[in-house]
């Protein structure tokens, strides 16, 4: 039944070219009113006046009672001064994640949103609608009428919470009519309590004895007053019953007698009706009608690849006029109305039994022709042919839906249930991309080299050896192998030249993906020259900020500025990377991780907690790949220290972490560089925050990031400088000289952290020759060189030298505000500029303590004893703090409760004039106090 | 758990071998009555999803002691 008359792509041409979603272009139109409805003014009042004054309008009754059409005339006849958005709601709405993106791209088409608010493709998490509607919507001056038509599709209890709390939250500006079969699971009675419900039931859906009269005449039929009686009587006012019957009675030859008939009769209504009117139809009316009922919508071309005639358009265009079945759509589709459809298909079974397998095969075929991927798939799936449905989901462009940023298409959902039975190439390809989206990358791993053993070189084969080359790509992105990483992008690149794009597709996402992998994996193997290189690929691939894939490349781009030390550009990218991650909803997710994790990094450097923690806080918890308690996520006041303890723990302890988004694209595994980035981020707020245990611990959890065995060569080059960082802060300047490599280092942060471990053990020489004479790297490194080597040039007493050097370092920090350095500084600094105060006259950006000018009263006399003794308890709190225990672990060793015990080091810390444990702990050693 | 469903109006032949096969019926006084094994909850609400999308009216539904 295949190769029908007409392709299909041909046909579908005449239509509007099919935008992202065609089918979804369909739903979001009002649908027309047929010539024969008859309007009821009073419902359309009530209607219009509901709308006028309440927030929800429930049009609530059985199927056929005219809801759909009623609500269709009034936004027709007599529309609302505002806009209006449709959604003829499906199956596949019943989750939060694809309702939330089509009433956004209803609200869209209404042109009920600002520009600016992007259209999103993602919930946010937990059902609430997207942040953007709710703030899109109280941006409005004047509501918006949105129509959620077929609501009783809804049946997920988190879409109605979503949609009471966007009725709630949009300052008024939402006018939501609900038109359902069953009552939603909104909470009505609030409503109806708060008289914020115009409600329209099955009884006032109700046809009256005049309104029946009224629509049997629009069929041409006059049937006196009490023939109208009994008739509205028999059917209850049922306008399909009505219509049903005025269709079979038109075609009766004695009106009277039938209708006699017809009260005598007991049967159902529409059950019956429909079969009379059914089997008054010429044949091939009636068998388009029967074969076409298991379609969502109908083409004539495709009616006809049904039939196997060619006169679909003729039949459909003859019944549309005649308001029976169908109803014309936008363009040349047409559907069923779904209670009929429903009773054609229990009787297109009762007639030929075998044949609806048939006919979802080759509606599958006709609409994969056409190039209506999801719609082709389904119909694929119910006729159980799960090979053709993998072999065109697998060997077409559309596998990239799993790794979309914007989550799983509706289509990649449909595999969930893929027979685990089935055999092939392509239906391992499926689950390879399955595992990898979950992070899997040794299932991943498994199912690709299944489905390389099946792929042939052949031509036909090429877009599956093309989805197979993506799907390597993204495992070695997930374990970091390079070579891997290379010669899957080159093969894919080859490969992608030669299958056609998906026409249907609004951005093509194949290419954005594949250099920002390449770059991924170019970064994470050392190479940023060529990540920097892909990366700008990538966005060249990916032009204008509404292409759904571009925030990830930004955000490594900005990764790559920052190491560069390019900290300007870095920002810069890093928030366009975010913004546009907000447009797509993305912001939560494991792909803008990265720019989160740079701003993070920044705000570090300029010495900024709160916007750390705010940052570090969006950063997904699987992605961090260890704890983030304490002082990131307990949002504890700018002297985290006292409070960071609280969330101390071990490496691997993640209960501590906040309640990130589900992470689209990771899952036990994870990309291993944002985890590296994340921990190396994390430990350095822990350092300066004066907890290097916890830093050591964050950074221990990162030594094997995900899929990738061992960190690279990239990764350690970071980790190793901050780990013999909080070495020496941990009083263990030998095993941090220990840890890093001996002889040249090769970079700047490297010979900066061998000269500060060399510095700390005490050994100045060798701390000054493990230091360039000229320090040259990113700005923030280059300050920290400065500032050691004047740390250096004071100890020696070369007071001149030291000014001088830290006279550089300012300079050197001053553009980019990078005050980080100096807050890390340690005591030595401030003493030294309170010394000096007209060193830092022109540095107003310097913060507070280190600009303090030498005033009358000046601060804390450096080793002058506390004005208040420490307390014998106080004394033993600090004893332990400086053997680095946590609170917790102080408080277990005193048995005492940690709120008691930072009570303790509050005090200690008043006492001492410090503000953290480690400056206490320093000051208490230096008084000779421990 | 077994169950009594009864639907107003008598259902044609098709529609009870078609549409509900699982369920035994006979029609009496202008009432279709629908007599079955119902296996869980899941089943029963979409037996009445069935019946409504079908256009049928339910008006009695009771579970028989077994």
């Given at each position: 039944m295949?190769?029908?008359?007409?392709?299909?792509a041909?046909?579908?041409?005449?239509a509007?070219a099919p935008?992202?979603d065609p089918?979804?272009?369909?739903?979001?139109?009002?649908?027309?009113?047929?010539?024969?409805f008859?309007?009821?003014?009073?419902?359309?009042?009530?209607?219009?006046?509901?709308?006028?004054?309440?927030p929800?309008v429930?049009v609530?009754?059985p199927a056929?009672a005219?809801?759909?059409l009623?609500?269709c005339?009034w936004l027709?006849?007599?529309p609302?001064?505002?806009?209006?958005a449709?959604l003829?709601?499906?199956?596949?709405?019943?989750?939060?994640?694809v309702f939330?993106?089509?009433?956004?791209q209803a609200?869209?088409r209404a042109?009920?949103?600002?520009?600016?608010?992007?259209?999103?493709?993602?919930a946010?998490?937990a059902?609430?609608?997207p942040?953007h509607?709710a703030?899109g919507?109280?941006?409005?001056?004047d509501?918006?009428?949105?129509?959620?038509?077929?609501?009783?599709?809804i049946t997920?209890?988190?879409?109605?919470t979503g949609l009471?709390?966007?009725?709630?939250?949009c300052?008024?500006?939402?006018r939501l009519?609900?038109?359902?079969?069953n009552?939603p699971l909104?909470?009505?009675h609030r409503y109806r309590?708060?008289?914020e419900?115009?409600?329209?039931?099955?009884a006032?859906l109700?046809f009256?004895?005049?309104?029946?009269s009224?629509?049997?005449?629009r069929?041409?039929l006059?049937l006196?007053?009490?023939d109208?009686?009994?008739?509205?009587?028999?059917t209850?006012?049922?306008?399909?019953g009505?219509r049903?019957?005025?269709?079979?009675?038109?075609?009766?030859?004695?009106c009277?007698?039938?209708?006699k008939?017809f009260?005598?009769g007991?049967?159902?209504?529409?059950?019956?009706l429909?079969?009379?009117?059914?089997?008054?139809?010429?044949?091939?009316?009636?068998d388009l009608?029967?074969?076409?009922?298991?379609?969502?919508?109908?083409?004539?071309?495709?009616?006809d690849a049904?039939?196997?005639?060619r006169?679909a358009?003729?039949?459909?265009?003859?019944?549309?006029?005649a308001n029976?079945?169908?109803?014309?759509?936008?363009?040349?589709w047409?559907?069923?109305?779904?209670l009929?459809?429903?009773?054609?298909r229990v009787h297109l079974?009762?007639?030929?039994?075998g044949?609806?397998?048939e006919?979802?095969?080759?509606?599958?075929?006709?609409?994969?022709r056409?190039?209506?991927?999801?719609?082709?798939l389904?119909?694929?799936?119910?006729a159980?042919r799960?090979?053709?449905?993998?072999?065109?989901?697998a060997?077409g462009?559309?596998?990239?839906?799993?790794?979309?940023?914007?989550?799983?298409?509706?289509?990649?959902?449909?595999f969930?249930?893929?027979?685990?039975?089935?055999e092939?190439?392509?239906?391992e390809?499926?689950?390879?991309?399955r595992?990898?989206?979950a992070?899997?990358?040794?299932?991943?791993?498994?199912h690709l080299?299944?489905?390389?053993a099946?792929?042939t070189a052949?031509?036909?084969d090429a877009?599956a050896r093309?989805?197979?080359?993506?799907?390597?790509?993204?495992?070695a992105?997930l374990?970091g192998?390079a070579?891997?990483?290379?010669?899957a992008a080159r093969?894919?690149?080859r490969l992608?030249?030669t299958?056609?794009?998906d026409?249907?597709r609004e951005?093509q996402?194949l290419p954005?993906?594949?250099?920002?992998d390449?770059?991924?994996v170019?970064?994470?193997?050392?190479?940023?020259?060529?990540?920097?290189?892909?990366?700008?690929a990538?966005?060249?691939?990916?032009?204008?900020?509404?292409?759904?894939?571009?925030?990830?490349?930004?955000?490594?781009?900005a990764l790559?500025?920052?190491?560069?030390?390019?900290?300007?550009p870095a920002?810069?990218?890093?928030?366009q990377?975010?913004?546009?991650?907000g447009?797509w909803?993305a912001?939560?997710?494991?792909r803008a991780?990265?720019a989160h994790?740079?701003?993070a990094?920044?705000a570090?450097?300029?010495g900024?907690?709160?916007?750390?923690?705010?940052h570090?806080?969006?950063?997904p918890a699987?992605e961090?790949?260890?704890v983030?308690g304490?002082?990131?996520d307990?949002g504890?006041?700018?002297?985290?220290?006292?409070?960071?303890?609280?969330?101390?723990?071990?490496a691997?302890e993640?209960g501590?972490?906040d309640g990130?988004a589900?992470v689209?694209g990771?899952?036990p595994g994870?990309?291993?560089?944002r985890i590296?980035?994340g921990a190396v981020?994390?430990?350095?707020?822990?350092l300066?925050n004066?907890?290097p245990?916890?830093?050591l611990?964050?950074?221990?959890?990162a030594e094997?990031?995900?899929?990738?065995?061992?960190p690279s060569?990239?990764?350690?080059?970071?980790?190793?400088?901050?780990?013999a960082?909080?070495?020496?802060?941990?009083?263990?300047?030998g095993a941090?000289?220990?840890?890093?490599p001996?002889?040249?280092a090769?970079?700047?942060?490297?010979?900066l952290a061998t000269?500060r471990a060399?510095?700390a053990?005490?050994?100045r020489?060798?701390?000054?020759?493990?230091?360039?004479?000229?320090?040259a790297?990113?700005?923030?490194?280059v300050?920290?060189?400065l500032?050691?080597?004047?740390?250096?040039?004071a100890?020696?007493?070369?007071e001149?030298?030291?000014?001088h050097?830290l006279t550089?370092?300012l300079a050197?920090?001053?553009p980019?505000?990078?005050?980080?350095?100096?807050?890390e500084?340690?005591?030595?600094l401030a003493a030294?500029?309170r010394r000096?105060p007209?060193?830092?006259?022109d540095h107003?950006?310097l913060p507070?303590?280190?600009r303090?000018r030498a005033?009358p009263v000046?601060?804390?006399?450096e080793?002058a004893?506390?004005v208040?003794p420490?307390s014998?308890?106080e004394?033993?709190?600090?004893?332990?703090v400086?053997?680095?225990?946590s609170t917790?672990e102080?408080?277990?060793?005193?048995?005492?409760?940690?709120?008691?015990?930072?009570?303790?080091?509050?005090?200690?810390?008043?006492k001492l004039?410090?503000?953290?444990?480690?400056e206490a702990v320093?000051?208490?050693?230096?008084l000779?106090?421990l | 758990?077994?169950y009594?469903?009864?639907v107003a109006g008598a259902?044609s032949?098709?529609?009870?071998?078609?549409?509900?096969?699982?369920?035994?019926?006979?029609?009496?006084a202008s009432?279709?009555v629908l007599?079955g094994?119902?296996v869980?909850?899941?089943?029963?609400?979409g037996?009445l999803?069935?019946?409504q999308?079908?256009?049928?009216?339910?008006?009695?539904?009771r579970?028989?002691?077994?």
């Amino acid at each position: 039944m295949t190769g029908r008359p007409g392709h299909p792509a041909g046909a579908l041409r005449r239509a509007a070219a099919p935008r992202a979603d065609p089918a979804l272009a369909g739903r979001l139109g009002v649908p027309p009113v047929p010539a024969t409805f008859v309007r009821r003014a009073r419902l359309a009042d009530r209607l219009a006046r509901g709308v006028r004054e309440h927030p929800l309008v429930l049009v609530d009754g059985p199927a056929g009672a005219g809801k759909t059409l009623l609500v269709c005339d009034w936004l027709r006849t007599s529309p609302p001064p505002h806009p209006a958005a449709w959604l003829t709601v499906e199956a596949e709405d019943n989750s939060p994640a694809v309702f939330w993106h089509d009433v956004g791209q209803a609200l869209h088409r209404a042109g009920a949103l600002p520009r600016a608010v992007g259209a999103a493709r993602r919930a946010a998490p937990a059902g609430r609608p997207p942040r953007h509607l709710a703030t899109g919507l109280g941006l409005r001056r004047d509501p918006v009428v949105v129509v959620l038509d077929e609501f009783e599709r809804i049946t997920d209890p988190e879409v109605a919470t979503g949609l009471d709390h966007l009725l709630r939250h949009c300052g008024g500006m939402l006018r939501l009519v609900l038109v359902s079969r069953n009552e939603p699971l909104l909470p009505l009675h609030r409503y109806r309590a708060a008289d914020e419900i115009t409600e329209i039931r099955a009884a006032d859906l109700a046809f009256s004895e005049e309104e029946s009269s009224a629509l049997l005449t629009r069929h041409g039929l006059a049937l006196s007053g009490p023939d109208v009686r009994v008739l509205t009587g028999r059917t209850e006012g049922w306008a399909a019953g009505l219509r049903l019957w005025a269709l079979a009675a038109a075609r009766s030859p004695d009106c009277g007698r039938y209708l006699k008939e017809f009260e005598a009769g007991h049967s159902t209504i529409a059950d019956f009706l429909l079969a009379e009117v059914l089997d008054t139809q010429p044949a091939g009316t009636r068998d388009l009608l029967l074969r076409t009922s298991i379609l969502d919508r109908i083409h004539p071309a495709l009616a006809d690849a049904l039939t196997g005639s060619r006169d679909a358009e003729r039949i459909l265009d003859e019944l549309a006029r005649a308001n029976a079945f169908v109803t014309p759509l936008n363009g040349p589709w047409y559907r069923q109305h779904p209670l009929f459809a429903e009773i054609l298909r229990v009787h297109l079974r009762a007639r030929h039994p075998g044949l609806p397998p048939e006919l979802h095969l080759a509606a599958a075929r006709w609409l994969q022709r056409a190039g209506l991927l999801d719609e082709a798939l389904r119909h694929a799936v119910a006729a159980d042919r799960w090979d053709l449905a993998a072999a065109w989901f697998a060997g077409g462009p559309a596998v990239d839906q799993f790794f979309s940023s914007t989550g799983p298409g509706r289509s990649a959902a449909l595999f969930d249930a893929m027979p685990a039975g089935l055999e092939g190439p392509c239906a391992e390809l499926i689950r390879a991309a399955r595992a990898l989206a979950a992070g899997d990358c040794a299932a991943g791993t498994a199912h690709l080299d299944r489905a390389a053993a099946g792929l042939t070189a052949a031509e036909d084969d090429a877009p599956a050896r093309l989805t197979a080359a993506v799907l390597r790509l993204v495992a070695a992105r997930l374990t970091g192998s390079a070579p891997g990483a290379v010669e899957a992008a080159r093969t894919a690149d080859r490969l992608r030249r030669t299958v056609p794009a998906d026409p249907g597709r609004e951005h093509q996402v194949l290419p954005v993906r594949l250099f920002t992998d390449l770059a991924a994996v170019r970064l994470w193997s050392g190479d940023p020259g060529a990540a920097r290189a892909a990366l700008l690929a990538a966005v060249a691939e990916a032009p204008g900020a509404e292409h759904p894939e571009r925030y990830e490349p930004l955000g490594l781009l900005a990764l790559v500025e920052l190491l560069g030390g390019a900290v300007g550009p870095a920002e810069r990218r890093a928030r366009q990377a975010l913004a546009e991650a907000g447009t797509w909803e993305a912001e939560g997710t494991g792909r803008a991780a990265i720019a989160h994790l740079v701003l993070a990094w920044i705000a570090l450097e300029r010495g900024d907690p709160a916007v750390v923690r705010s940052h570090a806080r969006r950063v997904p918890a699987a992605e961090a790949g260890a704890v983030t308690g304490g002082a990131v996520d307990g949002g504890a006041g700018d002297n985290g220290v006292v409070d960071s303890a609280a969330g101390h723990g071990g490496a691997g302890e993640s209960g501590a972490v906040d309640g990130g988004a589900p992470v689209v694209g990771s899952g036990p595994g994870g990309d291993p560089l944002r985890i590296v980035l994340g921990a190396v981020v994390r430990a350095r707020f822990a350092l300066r925050n004066g907890d290097p245990r916890r830093a050591l611990a964050l950074l221990a959890a990162a030594e094997h990031p995900g899929a990738a065995g061992e960190p690279s060569p990239w990764a350690r080059g970071l980790i190793a400088p901050v780990a013999a960082e909080a070495l020496v802060a941990a009083g263990a300047a030998g095993a941090a000289v220990g840890l890093l490599p001996a002889g040249q280092a090769r970079s700047p942060e490297l010979a900066l952290a061998t000269a500060r471990a060399r510095f700390a053990a005490g050994d100045r020489g060798a701390a000054a020759r493990a230091l360039p004479r000229t320090p040259a790297g990113p700005p923030a490194t280059v300050t920290r060189i400065l500032l050691l080597k004047a740390e250096a040039g004071a100890a020696d007493g070369d007071e001149r030298t030291a000014a001088h050097l830290l006279t550089r370092a300012l300079a050197t920090a001053r553009p980019d505000r990078l005050r980080g350095p100096f807050l890390e500084a340690g005591p030595w600094l401030a003493a030294f500029l309170r010394r000096r105060p007209d060193l830092t006259a022109d540095h107003g950006w310097l913060p507070e303590p280190l600009r303090r000018r030498a005033a009358p009263v000046p601060g804390p006399a450096e080793d002058a004893p506390p004005v208040e003794p420490l307390s014998r308890r106080e004394r033993e709190v600090l004893e332990r703090v400086a053997q680095l225990m946590s609170t917790q672990e102080v408080a277990a060793d005193l048995q005492l409760s940690v709120n008691t015990v930072k009570t303790h080091l509050k005090s200690i810390n008043r006492k001492l004039c410090t503000s953290r444990r480690t400056e206490a702990v320093r000051r208490a050693r230096r008084l000779h106090l421990l | 758990m077994r169950y009594e469903i009864r639907v107003a109006g008598a259902m044609s032949d098709t529609m009870l071998d078609e549409g509900f096969p699982e369920l035994e019926s006979f029609v009496i006084a202008s009432q279709t009555v629908l007599v079955g094994p119902i296996v869980d909850e899941a089943h029963l609400y979409g037996l009445l999803a069935r019946f409504q999308l079908l256009g049928l009216r339910v008006t009695e539904l009771r579970q028989l002691p077994e």
